[in-house]
Structure formats: structure tokens, C-alpha cells
């Protein structure tokens, strides 16, 4: 434990997937690490209140909504009876058991892990606050890994239980009859999707002209039209302007395309993240923020106060587990004396809504928008032996390609495990693979990767499955 002499030769601040990859490389690599967390565990937002719980509701989500598509197989499930305690406690246990694996090799490692808060006492010196009092922490390199807080609209909101943010929204207290989600981004459509199968009535509201702005529209119109017949509604080009609390739920002002007054049970605020850069005493040092309150940063991370670095949600988008651990693991080699750099050609990203919405690097609205000549191909899944097999022929697999160089440089797909099916066009754009590469790539059958070799037979007009002949 950390006392008034102790000193460290690399402090990390914040035990996420961007603290907990770059202490545990760092230990790898030699260093004399120190990570310090307010939880009992490492894991951060992603494990014990993002990525991982989140990801156990939606398999839950799957399994119900599965179980009403049998009907059409002729298999007849009953109505699920929804054990809310047991489903809470076996998502806790999720979440022990990957927070308690990370513990263990923390301490496999020989990492000093200190459970509080971190401020600083000046430039090189951490005061850290636990349950047991104040301990003093000398560093000669720090990782800022703090991440990122939900964003919420205070000018709007009652302070009532009634309103959910994503920490609370995942606790499932209990299930609303009637939801309103305000944002269709991530957050908004995965939980409304987790919700709407456990029983709730379910409306979103977006600001925008659609759902998952970023995502090309062809991607996210596949989503939309499943949501339509799974909640009550989507409402787009709207926006929330009051809430007040009444007896019975919020009631909520909306203008815009939906006019009006509705109350609902619930409202859950799902409207992006904030970066936690307000880390006391980071004026006394040399880091700066920019104008939207991220750290600033280089391309190895290290900020304005080249003793001190920093990684993942906060300094910036995308706000992505993977992306935060790529940079830490940056970090941890460059504080190691490696000449490294965070240059992805890109990072991936999954909804994990159902169907599965993903894709990395040029998006087909980037192309247009930069003017920049693409070709896209596209192999519907009605095409697909297995997407048919599942049941799940609405899905699509999507390349976008150089017609010069015939260079695959990025991708979408939209359908049941999307978000796994990407990994393969991730390392395509980050080898430079041209269309032939996956064209001549064997893959298994049947499956629905096979919708990734065919969408590079798409290319050349000579996909198996559709009769789709190249323009003469
Ligand atoms: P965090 O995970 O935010 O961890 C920061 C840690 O630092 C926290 O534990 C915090 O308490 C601690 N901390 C802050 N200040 C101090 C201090 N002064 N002293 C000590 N400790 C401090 N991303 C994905 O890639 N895939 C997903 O499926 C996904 N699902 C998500 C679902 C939800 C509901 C949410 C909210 C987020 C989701 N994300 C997902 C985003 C992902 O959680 C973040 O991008 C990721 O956690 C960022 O990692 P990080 O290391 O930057 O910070
Ligand atoms: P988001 O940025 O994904 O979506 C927010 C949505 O809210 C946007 O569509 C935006 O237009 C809308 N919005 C903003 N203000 C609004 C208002 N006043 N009224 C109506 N709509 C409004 O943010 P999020 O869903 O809160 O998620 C935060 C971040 O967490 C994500 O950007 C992502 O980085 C991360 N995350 C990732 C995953 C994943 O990887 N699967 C899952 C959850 C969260």
C-alpha cells in the first residue's frame, strides 16, 4: 500500500479496459506499475456498468424475442415468466466473475492496485483518498484513464427516480409498462431493445433524421424496420423540451415532427457521454484540455506534460472499450521507452441491438461527402444458405472498395452477429487486402461468413448465389 514515502515508476488513474490493457502490458514489459480504481476489482464503466452487463441483458433480449420467432417453426413457447431477481443476480455474477479474473492477474502481474480516488497533489505526485484515509504517491510516468460519465439534460429534467441514466437503466429495478428512451444511439437502442423483450412499452425519440447517426443509412434502415414491430414507436426530428414528475411516471413535452404531451412510467436519458477530466488537481499540471473538456493528446498519447499520458473515453471519440485498450497498451510501450504510435486505419464499430448493426473504416456517407470514388458491393442475405437457416434473411453484408486499386477500404454489416462477422474485414482494411484477397479466401459453409466472400464476388459480377453480372 501506497504510504507518505512511497513512490512508483508508472501510475495509472482509472482501472477501464484503457487502465487495467496498459497496466497490465507495462507489467509485462518490466515497469513498476500502480493502478488505482475506486472499485474493489479493475473493469471500469465497461465491466461493471457498460459493455459487459449490457451485453448479458441483450443475450437474455435474444433468447426471449427467439423464442416468440419459433411459433413460426412450430415450436410453442409459453410467455417467459421474468424472475427479475435471478436475471439481476446472474448478471452481478457475470460481472464478479470477469472483475474478480481481472483482479487475479493484476496480482499475478505484482501491479499495486490501490482501491480510490486519485487527484493530484502536484505535477509528480498522486494524493490518493481511500476508505482507510489519504496515501502520497511519487510517479515518474502517469496514465490519466478516467473515461467518461452519462451526459444528461439538466435544464430538462425533474430530479426524480423515475429518470434512468444507462447505470441505472441496467440495474433493472424494475419493468416500466411504459419507456421513453430519449437519443437512438447506442446506448438508447440497446437498452430499449433489452426493455422491450422483458415487457415494457417502449417509444425513442431522436433529434435527428434517424436512428444511429454515423452508421450508413442502408445499415441502419434494417435495424429500424425490425424495431418497428418491437417498439411501440420511433420518433425522429423530435425533441424533448420539459419533463415533470407526476404521480404516475414523467410527463413528457415533445416538439418537433411529434407534437405533444405523453406520460410514461419511465424515461431513460441515453443522449452520449462527458469525459471525467475534472480529475482534482490537474491544474497543477501541465495538461491540457480542448474546447470540449477531453484531454489533449498526441499520437502516443502523451499530453501537453510529457510525464503524463492519457488514453481511452477521456480524450475523445470514438468512446469504444477496444479503442481504449489499443491506446493504453499504446501508451504502456511508449512510457517503456518503445517508439510506437496509435495510427489504426480503423476502429470497428458494433451495435449489439438485434439484428447486430457493424462496420469499419470509409463509411459509404464519408466517401460522398468527401467526393472520394468508391464502389460498394452488396450481398443481401436473402442470398445467404444460413442466413436463411436462421430464419434471418433482412441482414447485409457490404464492401467498399477502391475501383482503382481494388482496395477494400471499409465495410458494414447488418444481421445477427454482425458484430462478430466484422473482425475479418477489420484485418482486411488493416493489411490492405484488395477484393480478390477475400474472394479467393475459402470460407466455411454454411455460414454467414460466406456473405463477406460473396459481397467480393459481388465485385466482379460473379457471386454464386446472385445473378448479378458486371456492368460491360
Ligand atoms: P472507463 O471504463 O470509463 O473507466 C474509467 C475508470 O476510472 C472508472 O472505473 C472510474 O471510476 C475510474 N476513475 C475516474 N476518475 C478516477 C479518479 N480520480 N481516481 C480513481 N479512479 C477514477 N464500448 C464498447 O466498445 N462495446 C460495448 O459494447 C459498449 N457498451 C457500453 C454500454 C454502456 C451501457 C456504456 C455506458 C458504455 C458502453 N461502452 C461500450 C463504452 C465503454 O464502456 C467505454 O468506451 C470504456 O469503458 C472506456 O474505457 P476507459 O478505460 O476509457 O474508461
Ligand atoms: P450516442 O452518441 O451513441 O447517441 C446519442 C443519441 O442521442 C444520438 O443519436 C443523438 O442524436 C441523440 N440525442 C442527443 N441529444 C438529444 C436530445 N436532446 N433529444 C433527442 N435525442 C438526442 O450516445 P449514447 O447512446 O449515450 O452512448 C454513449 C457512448 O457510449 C456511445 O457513443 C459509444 O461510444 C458508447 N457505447 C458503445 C456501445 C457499443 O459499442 N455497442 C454501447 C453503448 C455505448
Same mark, same amino acid.
Given at each position: 500500500?501506497?504510504?507518505?514515502?512511497?513512490?512508483?515508476?508508472?501510475?495509472?488513474?482509472?482501472?477501464?479496459p484503457g487502465?487495467?490493457?496498459?497496466?497490465?502490458?507495462?507489467?509485462?514489459?518490466?515497469?513498476?506499475?500502480?493502478?488505482?480504481?475506486?472499485?474493489?476489482?479493475?473493469?471500469?464503466?465497461c465491466?461493471?456498468?457498460?459493455c459487459?452487463?449490457?451485453?448479458?441483458?441483450?443475450? +437474455?433480449?435474444?433468447?426471449?424475442?427467439?423464442?416468440?420467432?419459433?411459433?413460426?417453426?412450430?415450436?410453442?413457447?409459453?410467455?417467459?415468466?421474468?424472475?427479475?431477481?435471478?436475471?439481476?443476480?446472474?448478471?452481478?455474477?457475470?460481472?464478479?466473475?470477469?472483475?474478480?479474473?481481472?483482479?487475479?492477474?493484476?496480482?499475478?502481474?505484482?501491479?499495486?492496485?490501490?482501491?480510490?480516488?486519485?487527484?493530484?497533489?502536484?505535477?509528480?505526485?498522486?494524493?490518493?483518498?481511500?476508505?482507510?484515509?489519504?496515501?502520497?504517491?511519487?510517479?515518474?510516468?502517469?496514465?490519466?484513464?478516467?473515461g467518461s460519465?452519462?451526459?444528461?439534460?439538466?435544464?430538462?429534467?425533474?430530479?426524480?427516480?423515475?429518470?434512468?441514466?444507462?447505470?441505472?437503466?441496467?440495474?433493472?429495478?424494475?419493468?416500466?409498462?411504459?419507456?421513453?428512451?430519449?437519443?437512438?444511439g447506442y446506448i438508447?437502442?440497446?437498452?430499449?431493445?433489452?426493455?422491450?423483450?422483458?415487457?415494457?412499452?417502449?417509444?425513442?425519440?431522436?433529434?435527428?433524421?434517424?436512428?444511429l447517426p454515423g452508421a450508413?443509412?442502408?445499415?441502419?434502415?434494417?435495424?429500424?424496420?425490425?424495431?418497428?414491430?418491437?417498439?411501440?414507436?420511433?420518433?425522429?426530428?423530435?425533441?424533448?423540451?420539459?419533463?415533470?414528475?407526476?404521480?404516475?411516471?414523467?410527463?413528457?413535452?415533445?416538439?418537433?415532427?411529434?407534437?405533444?404531451?405523453?406520460?410514461?412510467?419511465?424515461?431513460?436519458?441515453?443522449?452520449g457521454r462527458?469525459p471525467?477530466?475534472?480529475?482534482?488537481?490537474?491544474?497543477?499540471?501541465?495538461?491540457?484540455?480542448?474546447?470540449?473538456?477531453f484531454?489533449?493528446?498526441?499520437?502516443?498519447?502523451?499530453?501537453?506534460?510529457?510525464?503524463?499520458?492519457?488514453i481511452g473515453d477521456v480524450v475523445g471519440e470514438p468512446m469504444l472499450a477496444h479503442k481504449a485498450s489499443h491506446e493504453?497498451?499504446?501508451?504502456?510501450?511508449?512510457?517503456?521507452?518503445?517508439?510506437?504510435?496509435f495510427?489504426p486505419?480503423t476502429i470497428p464499430a458494433v451495435v449489439?441491438?438485434?439484428?447486430?448493426?457493424a462496420w469499419c473504416g470509409?463509411t459509404?456517407?464519408?466517401?460522398?461527402?468527401?467526393?472520394?470514388?468508391?464502389?460498394?458491393?452488396?450481398?443481401?442475405?436473402?442470398?445467404?444458405?444460413?442466413?436463411?437457416?436462421?430464419?434471418?434473411?433482412?441482414?447485409?453484408?457490404?464492401?467498399?472498395?477502391?475501383?482503382?486499386?481494388?482496395?477494400?477500404?471499409?465495410?458494414?454489416?447488418?444481421?445477427?452477429?454482425?458484430?462478430?462477422?466484422?473482425?475479418?474485414?477489420?484485418?482486411?482494411?488493416?493489411?490492405?487486402? +484488395?477484393?480478390?484477397?477475400?474472394?479467393?479466401?475459402?470460407?466455411?459453409?454454411?455460414?454467414?461468413?460466406?456473405?463477406?466472400?460473396?459481397?467480393?464476388? +459481388?465485385?466482379?459480377?460473379?457471386?454464386?448465389?446472385?445473378?448479378?453480372?458486371?456492368?460491360?
Amino acid at each position: 500500500m501506497a504510504n507518505e514515502a512511497e513512490s512508483t515508476q508508472l501510475a495509472i488513474i482509472g482501472g477501464g479496459p484503457g487502465g487495467y490493457a496498459a497496466a497490465f502490458l507495462a507489467a509485462d514489459l518490466g515497469l513498476e506499475v500502480t493502478l488505482i480504481d475506486g472499485e474493489p476489482n479493475p473493469g471500469g464503466v465497461c465491466l461493471y456498468r457498460g459493455c459487459i452487463p449490457s451485453k448479458a441483458l441483450l443475450h +437474455v433480449a435474444k433468447v426471449i424475442s427467439e423464442s416468440k420467432e419459433a411459433g413460426a417453426w412450430g415450436i410453442h413457447f409459453s410467455e417467459p415468466e421474468i424472475e427479475l431477481d435471478k436475471l439481476r443476480s446472474w448478471k452481478e455474477q457475470v460481472v464478479r466473475k470477469l472483475t474478480g479474473g481481472l483482479g487475479q492477474l493484476s496480482r499475478q502481474r505484482k501491479i499495486n492496485y490501490i482501491q480510490g480516488q486519485a487527484g493530484f497533489k502536484d505535477a509528480r505526485t498522486l494524493e490518493i483518498k481511500k476508505q482507510e484515509g489519504k496515501a502520497q504517491l511519487r510517479f515518474q510516468n502517469a496514465i490519466l484513464a478516467t473515461g467518461s460519465y452519462p451526459a444528461s439534460l439538466p435544464h430538462l429534467s425533474p430530479d426524480s427516480p423515475r429518470l434512468l441514466d444507462s447505470t441505472s437503466a441496467l440495474e433493472i429495478q424494475d419493468i416500466p409498462k411504459t419507456l421513453l428512451v430519449i437519443g437512438a444511439g447506442y446506448i438508447g437502442l440497446e437498452m430499449a431493445t433489452v426493455y422491450a423483450s422483458l415487457g415494457s412499452q417502449v417509444t425513442v425519440v431522436e433529434m435527428t433524421e434517424g436512428l444511429l447517426p454515423g452508421a450508413d443509412r442502408d445499415l441502419a434502415s434494417v435495424l429500424g424496420k425490425r424495431l418497428e414491430g418491437v417498439l411501440h414507436s420511433l420518433l425522429f426530428k423530435t425533441k424533448v423540451t420539459h419533463m415533470e414528475e407526476e404521480a404516475k411516471g414523467i410527463r413528457v413535452h415533445l416538439e418537433g415532427a411529434e407534437e405533444g404531451k405523453h406520460l410514461f412510467e419511465k424515461v431513460l436519458v441515453a443522449v452520449g457521454r462527458k469525459p471525467n477530466s475534472a480529475i482534482p488537481g490537474l491544474e497543477r499540471t501541465q495538461v491540457e484540455l480542448n474546447d470540449k473538456g477531453f484531454i489533449q493528446v498526441n499520437a502516443q498519447r502523451q499530453t501537453t506534460d510529457s510525464a503524463i499520458f492519457a488514453i481511452g473515453d477521456v480524450v475523445g471519440e470514438p468512446m469504444l472499450a477496444h479503442k481504449a485498450s489499443h491506446e493504453g497498451r499504446i501508451a504502456a510501450e511508449v512510457v517503456a521507452g518503445r517508439r510506437v504510435f496509435f495510427e489504426p486505419r480503423t476502429i470497428p464499430a458494433v451495435v449489439f441491438t438485434d439484428p447486430e448493426v457493424a462496420w469499419c473504416g470509409l463509411t459509404e456517407t464519408e466517401a460522398k461527402a468527401e467526393g472520394q470514388a468508391i464502389q460498394v458491393a452488396r450481398f443481401p442475405w436473402a442470398a445467404s444458405g444460413r442466413a436463411v437457416t436462421l430464419d434471418r434473411t433482412d441482414g447485409l453484408t457490404k464492401l467498399i472498395i477502391d475501383p482503382e486499386t481494388e482496395r477494400i477500404l471499409g465495410a458494414g454489416i447488418v444481421g445477427p452477429g454482425a458484430g462478430e462477422l466484422i473482425a475479418e474485414l477489420v484485418l482486411a482494411v488493416e493489411m490492405a487486402a +484488395v477484393a480478390s484477397d477475400i474472394k479467393l479466401s475459402i470460407h466455411p459453409h454454411p455460414t454467414l461468413s460466406e456473405t463477406v466472400m460473396e459481397a467480393a464476388e +459481388v465485385f466482379f459480377g460473379q457471386s454464386t448465389h446472385l445473378y448479378r453480372p458486371a456492368k460491360k
